[in-house]
């Protein structure tokens, strides 16, 4: 089996929303990849053509590269104006192409609060192919994220999806946090189920009492043994930092719950704590 790989990424916009503060705190950790998401305090999806052209500027003279592109596609509920989004989608599919990224993040669309999913499925499976669909031909791998409240926030529901599209373009991304917030078991569980799909991990934690985010290796993720089978088995790919340590512009938007307003600040100071437990872990695999 060939040696494993990992290279790190990372959400910089939790470091700060200003894009030259989130290059020069990525350089400073030795970090040559982005997975963009925020930038100046605006969502990547709603960058003019000659704002990305800028990013991509910005990236060359930092020598930084984009590993996906952290995008809002399916984080809308199934009432939401679906065309207006799937527009949205094709523009997205168009700046990672411009950023050069080879992956895209997406989500499957926020089910009705204590509702049964499977009452859903068929139209959450429309839209998924719909959005799939446009990626085609695109060279793009489009990465499904496990997320809480959306139809794929459990590991049944994702491995559902994931077989449904069936497609090497349509893959995995691993979040292990989200997995604890939703009362699933990360690891062995939810891991040895998507294995053969995963491309892609987040690096992310959680306690399982109250679904806090804390450093990795500290919650009941149990990243430390995801990684270390992930090396076992030769995964060659991202590890992207998505701390969630503390406050950030945007946060309020990428979380469906409410959240408490006595969340402190986050910054370079807490995403250098979440590359330093990652490091920690790495040594110790």
């Known amino acids: 089996m060939p040696a494993s790989e990992f290279t790190l990424t990372g959400f910089a916009d939790e470091i700060d929303e200003n894009f030259m503060t989130q290059l020069k705190g990525l350089s400073s950790l030795n970090l040559r990849f982005i997975e963009i998401r925020g930038v100046n305090g605006k969502n990547i999806s709603t960058l003019t053509p000659p704002e990305i052209r800028e990013v991509q500027n910005r990236l060359d003279e930092y020598g930084i590269k984009v590993s996906s592109i952290g995008s809002p596609i399916g984080k809308i509920t199934l009432q939401d104006d679906f065309a207006i989004h799937l527009d949205m989608a094709k523009r997205i599919f168009e700046t990672a192409h411009t950023l050069n990224s080879p992956f895209v993040r997406i989500f499957s669309f926020y089910i009705p609060q204590g509702s049964d999913a499977a009452v859903y499925r068929n139209e959450v499976m429309e839209r998924m192919g719909a959005i799939v669909d446009a990626a085609k031909g695109s060279g793009l791998t489009i990465l ?61 934690d959680a306690l399982a009492e109250d679904g806090r985010n804390v450093p990795a290796g500290m919650g009941a993720g149990r990243i430390e043994e995801v990684l270390q089978d992930l090396k076992a088995n030769g995964y060659n790919g991202f590890l992207s930092l998505e701390p969630h340590l503390g406050s950030f512009t945007g946060l309020h938007e990428l979380e469906h719950a409410s959240l408490p307003d006595t969340l402190e600040t986050g910054g370079l100071h807490s995403f250098r704590l979440a590359h330093s437990s990652l490091l920690q872990i790495l040594d110790r695999i």
Request: charged share 25%.
């Open 144 to 204: 499904h994220e496990n997320e809480k409240e959306i139809y794929g926030d459990i590991p049944e529901r994702c491995l559902d999806l994931l077989e449904t599209f069936g497609s090497p373009h349509f893959a995995c991304a691993f979040d292990p946090a989200n997995f604890v917030q939703c009362n699933s078991e990360a690891y062995p569980a939810a891991y040895e189920m998507l294995k053969p799909y995963i491309k892609y991990v987040h690096i992310k």
